[in-house]
């Protein structure tokens, strides 16, 4: 499928919260679509300097154009994240260019490739938890020398709930997801004393660029059109959500701005359920 099946999202459509976080340099892995880029517009509204990571694409390019066109600060740092001295080099590379790191953001993930327990290989499995742990412990590992001598000093990663309350499918994925929350909460607990925030975000249905593949993969499975199958599926995720609509991407994007500015200074180790009432007020 050629494209989202959704109208790109506006950017800046809404004034900024006044969060302070003004030419903090950020950090934002997976950040040119879907939840990563209104992460990466959420900052930039904010008038942090966001270092935009994702493999090299027309949709990396596009975003920082966007923000920049709007008035943000970002710049694109093409980069593999499941490459250990890709993911070193960059990082340096935006810390000299920028002379710092205050804020970073491990959104990138996915199922590689989607499938059920009995259909995924040995490589599947490998595969996304290099996407989805690796990256993260990667690019951790990378930045803390430079979050130890910053003012802000934030790591945020975004997981899923998924990794909380599994469906019947992607156990490679949910599971991957339970190590980022589980890694979250550890490295809370190592980095406390130097006053590194170390937060989790587990954002239930969303529609994304990744969201719209799997419609494209059921449509062309069941043999029926797109919109048909794209009607049913968010009828049935709505009826699991009490709210009875679908989150936006931009959801996430508020709250990480939240997450990364001052006010959230007292908030460690925590992991935040953005799902519309589906998880449930018992987790």
């Not at 049935?236 to 936006?248: D, F, N, R, S, T």
Request: aromatic residues 6%; positive net charge; charged residues 20%.
């Amino acid at each position: 499928m050629s494209g989202s099946i959704r109208p790109a999202p506006l950017i800046f459509e809404k004034g900024p919260m006044k969060l302070g976080i003004e030419n903090q340099i950020a950090i934002v892995t997976g950040g040119s679509k879907g939840i990563g880029q209104q992460i990466s517009i959420a900052l930039a509204k904010e008038g942090a300097v966001v270092a935009v990571c994702a493999r090299a694409s027309e949709a990396l390019k596009n975003t920082v154009q966007e923000i920049q066109a709007a008035g943000g600060k970002a710049e694109a740092f093409p980069v593999d994240v499941t490459k250990n001295v890709a993911v070193g080099e960059i990082v340096n590379q935006i810390a000299q260019k920028f002379g710092r790191v205050d804020i970073l953001v491990n959104n990138v993930g996915g199922a590689l490739p989607p499938g059920d327990f009995l259909g995924l290989s040995d490589e599947d499995w490998r595969n996304t938890y290099e996407l989805n742990v690796m990256s993260v412990v990667r690019f951790i590992r990378s930045t803390v020398p430079y979050l130890r001598t910053s003012t802000r000093k934030r790591i945020i990663n975004i997981a899923s709930i998924s990794g909380i309350q599994p469906g019947f499918y992607n156990p490679h994925y949910a599971s991957s997801k339970a190590a980022v929350i589980n890694l979250s909460k550890h490295l809370a607990n190592v980095f406390a004393k130097e006053k590194i925030l170390v937060n989790c975000i587990c954002p239930g249905p969303i529609p994304t660029p990744s969201w719209d593949s799997n419609l494209q993969r059921l449509s062309e499975e069941e043999h029926r059109p797109i919109q048909e199958i794209q009607m049913r599926v968010e009828k049935e995720e709505q009826a699991k959500i009490p709210l009875g609509v679908l989150g936006k991407a931009s959801d996430v994007g508020a709250l990480v701005a939240y997450l990364a500015s001052d006010h959230a200074g007292w908030i460690m180790g925590s992991c935040f359920h953005i799902n519309g009432g589906k998880l449930g007020a018992a987790l």
